[in-house]
């Protein structure tokens, strides 16, 4: 079983800055692929960035030019730092690691942090 554990949401002004943090319980970064997922009040669950074991990054149109996904092997930790807030960036960021083993989907979710964008 793998745990994920999301760190550093919180509130700030629009056009601020904020970085994210999720914690891996084991060494998972070889093998699987990790996303960042947001989901706002009333909205659905939606695509940030992912990030593939190898280091291919993808992100959402809307946010590429303000958010970087990374990931740091030795710490098992998976980053978003996300620049240029806009109160639409209000919602619950949630990590994601995902594999594909003999052609099952393996799919395990943190429980979520807070971004709230507002003066």
């Known amino acids: 079983q793998v745990q994920l554990v999301e760190s550093g949401g919180g509130l700030v002004q629009p056009g601020g800055s904020l970085r994210l943090s999720c914690a891996a319980s084991r060494s998972i970064f070889s093998a699987y692929d990790m996303g960042w997922y947001r989901q706002a009040p009333g909205n659905q669950r939606e695509l940030v960035a992912t990030i593939t074991s190898s280091g291919s990054t993808n992100y959402a149109d809307s946010m590429k030019d303000r958010f970087t996904i990374s990931r740091d092997y030795a710490k098992n930790t998976l980053y978003l730092q996300m620049n240029s807030l806009k109160p639409d960036d209000t919602a619950v960021y949630y990590c994601?690691?995902?594999?594909?083993?003999?052609?099952?989907?393996?799919?395990?979710w943190g429980q979520g942090t807070q971004v709230t964008v507002s003066s």
């Open positions: 994601k690691a995902t594999r594909t083993i003999n052609r099952i989907n393996y799919n395990y």
